[in-house]
């Protein structure tokens, strides 16, 4: 394949990913596109940078050894603590989920300002808080971790009723306290119905993998990489653990049959 025709790579530490990679399907529909599910790891969230760190290599790696004409890090925690790590170890472009969603949420915030909910690592980053004082030093900012969202996802309760009684607790703050509201953990907008609620459905939700997927548009255009071919692509996913589970909650979130997926092992040194 000539590099205009060589997949998008992305990797997550599990199945949140996909809401970046639905998007993309959406406004990208020509392009190839492989994923990386850390599902043997997940969560990334709770674990310390360092390890974050090392597992953003090994990811990284062994999307460039597929040959990827870019990377796209669908994971806050690893876009927070990695992206050095990621260019470090990729001889192709590479964004995270951070800024592009963090430039939307200035363009939408009111005269409240801006919530951002993630995992504790992302939180504790504050890699969301630094972009956004940045970019607009008078707004608001309130964060919270909400670590317990992201097994909630991998599990697939996206409406379960324990969805809704950990997001009022979680959430029981924001209210009349922000205009926008960062869902900065890929996993979360799988949640989007009981976090919603428990906003009061008032409350501008931002889902980083609409802005994101429109800013790989953007570096493709600029890069002359889009895919000229307007052939059927080819979708491909791999995943460190649980193939099985993995291909059942794709399936239903993407709303189509994914023909490839794969259990991959992920070392440091090599890959099998």
Do not use: W
């Amino acid at each position: 394949m000539s590099s205009s025709e060589n997949p998008i790579g992305v990797f997550d530490s599990g199945i949140g990913g996909l809401t970046v990679v639905g998007e993309l399907i959406k406004i990208l529909p020509y392009e190839n596109i492989v994923y990386f599910g850390d599902t043997a790891r997940v969560p990334y969230g709770n674990k310390s940078a360092d390890v974050v760190r090392g597992y953003a290599a090994q990811d990284t790696k062994f999307l460039v050894s597929i040959g990827v004409k870019m990377i796209v890090v669908a994971c806050n925690t690893a876009s927070a603590l990695a992206m050095d790590v990621v260019r470090a170890h990729s001889n192709v472009p590479a964004i995270g989920v951070i800024d592009p969603t963090v430039q939307e949420a200035v363009r939408l915030a009111g005269e409240l300002g801006i919530g951002v909910i993630g995992t504790l690592s992302t939180i504790n980053s504050c890699a969301y808080s630094s972009a956004i004082k940045q970019a607009n030093p008078s707004l608001n900012i309130i964060t919270k971790a909400c670590p317990l969202f992201v097994p909630l996802a991998e599990e697939g309760l996206f409406e379960h009723p324990v969805a809704d009684l950990m997001s009022r607790e979680y959430l029981s703050g924001f209210p009349g306290r922000i205009d926008v509201m960062i869902l900065g953990c890929t996993h979360y907008p799988l949640l989007k119905g009981p976090i919603s609620r428990s906003l009061g459905g008032k409350i501008k939700l931002l889902d980083s993998g609409e802005v994101t997927a429109r800013a790989v548009r953007e570096l493709l255009t600029a890069g002359n990489l889009l895919n000229s071919r307007r052939s059927k692509p080819r979708y491909e996913f791999y995943v460190s653990d649980f193939p099985q589970k993995f291909n059942e909650i794709a399936e239903r979130f993407l709303g189509r049959e994914l023909e490839f997926v794969r259990k991959v092992q992920i070392l440091s040194d090599r890959i099998t």
